[in-house]
């Protein structure tokens, strides 16, 4: 490969970056250049998009190292048909084994996170990225999370806990992962009602299962729209959504002038009498008239 590509290897010690200079050194310029002083950024989309930024503006305002007649950028765009082409970010990540604890929740980096009640019991992935952390069981996510960078933090997703909460309903009022969950207002306005109610933690828990499988905004709609109404218990709200999840009605079709029929077929099945011909050409009456001279004229059916 290194003479096809007329390619000279030199071999490098591990983790010594004095011997490849010319790579780890530009590290350190683009620190220089770039990040001082040091700037501050709310997320990393906001630091990616003030990077690009300040990356075009030195590229088009510096000469070439190599070709200083031109700049940075003019040799970029004499190349770019040659480069390949963009697919994606690079998926990046750090695979660890972990075990799911009885409280649904894993830990990571000296964090715990929870993961969907049905994984308790089973090995999962984490994936480690930046900016998240997802966990993997079986090819399906079963948690994702923004990554937290602290110490001894739990950080909760209420969705996973929901099929306990089949089991345990009080849970919605005192447990932990569900103290600081902001609800949408129509599905809040419902809680409130509920819990004056006897058996409402029941009616709320089967409420919020069905955003498992329809959506936090189809449940607030659905809500919303049996407030309107003056009602607010669970079979009410479940039937709105039921309903919504009905196919709409097929749409009329407009026929084309051009299949529209010129003769419109009559309702006569007698005209099929003419199809029975002897071997004479003629036919003869099932109700024994004498005979009939046979219809030439099939075009007429």
Same mark, same amino acid.
């Given at each position: 490969?290194?003479?096809?590509?007329?390619? &000279?290897?030199?071999?490098?010690?591990?983790?010594?970056?004095?011997?490849?200079?010319?790579?780890?050194?530009?590290?350190?310029?683009?620190?220089?250049?770039?990040?001082?002083?040091?700037?501050?950024?709310?997320?990393?989309?906001?630091?990616?998009?003030?990077?690009?930024?300040?990356?075009?503006?030195?590229?088009?305002?510096?000469?070439?190292?190599?070709?200083? &007649?031109?700049?940075?950028?003019?040799?970029?765009?004499?190349?770019?048909?040659?480069?390949?082409?963009?697919?994606?970010?690079?998926?990046?990540?750090?695979?660890?084994?972990?075990?799911?604890?009885?409280?649904?929740?894993?830990?990571?980096?000296?964090?715990?996170?929870?993961?969907?009640?049905?994984?308790?019991?089973?090995?999962?992935?984490?994936?480690?990225?930046?900016?998240?952390?997802?966990?993997?069981?079986?090819?399906?996510?079963?948690?994702?999370?923004?990554?937290?960078?602290?110490?001894?933090?739990?950080?909760?997703?209420?969705?996973?806990?929901?099929?306990?909460?089949?089991?345990?309903?009080?849970?919605?009022?005192?447990?932990?992962?569900?103290?600081?969950?902001?609800?949408?207002?129509?599905?809040?306005?419902?809680?409130?009602?509920?819990?004056?109610?006897?058996?409402?933690?029941?009616?709320?828990?089967?409420?919020?299962?069905?955003?498992?499988?329809?959506?936090?905004?189809?449940?607030?709609?659905?809500?919303?729209?049996?407030?309107?109404?003056?009602?607010?218990?669970?079979?009410?709200?479940?039937?709105?959504?039921?309903?919504?999840?009905?196919?709409?009605?097929?749409?009329?079709?407009?026929?084309? &002038?051009?299949?529209?029929?010129?003769?419109?077929?009559?309702?006569?099945?007698?005209?099929?009498?003419?199809?029975?011909?002897?071997?004479?050409?003629?036919?003869?009456?099932?109700?024994?008239?004498?005979?009939?001279?046979?219809?030439?004229?099939?075009?007429?059916?």
């Amino acid at each position: 490969m290194c003479g096809h590509y007329l390619v &000279d290897p030199v071999a490098c010690t591990p983790a010594s970056g004095w011997e490849k200079g010319q790579v780890e050194n530009q590290v350190d310029v683009i620190r220089r250049r770039f990040f001082v002083p040091r700037p501050k950024f709310k997320s990393y989309a906001e630091l990616n998009a003030w990077l690009e930024d300040r990356c075009r503006a030195y590229a088009k305002a510096n000469p070439h190292p190599e070709m200083r &007649d031109k700049t940075v950028w003019e040799v970029f765009d004499e190349e770019r048909e040659s480069l390949v082409p963009y697919v994606g970010p690079f998926d990046g990540f750090h695979a660890v084994p972990a075990s799911v604890s009885k409280t649904c929740l894993i830990r990571f980096d000296k964090n715990r996170y929870s993961v969907d009640a049905r994984a308790v019991g089973r090995p999962v992935e984490i994936r480690a990225y930046a900016d998240r952390l997802e966990c993997w069981q079986e090819s399906q996510i079963v948690g994702r999370h923004a990554r937290a960078f602290g110490r001894n933090n739990t950080v909760y997703d209420p969705l996973h806990y929901i099929p306990v909460l089949a089991r345990k309903p009080g849970a919605l009022r005192n447990g932990a992962p569900f103290k600081d969950w902001e609800l949408p207002v129509a599905i809040r306005r419902v809680r409130r009602k509920l819990e004056r109610q006897p058996g409402g933690d029941r009616q709320m828990v089967d409420i919020l299962s069905a955003v498992l499988t329809d959506g936090i905004d189809a449940v607030e709609a659905a809500c919303a729209e049996a407030l309107s109404h003056n009602v607010h218990s669970a079979g009410v709200v479940l039937n709105i959504l039921a309903r919504h999840r009905e196919p709409p009605p097929p749409l009329t079709i407009t026929t084309p &002038d051009a299949l529209r029929l010129s003769c419109e077929p009559e309702a006569n099945c007698d005209r099929y009498d003419s199809l029975r011909r002897t071997q004479n050409g003629t036919l003869r009456r099932d109700g024994g008239d004498g005979e009939a001279e046979a219809l030439r004229h099939e075009s007429g059916l």
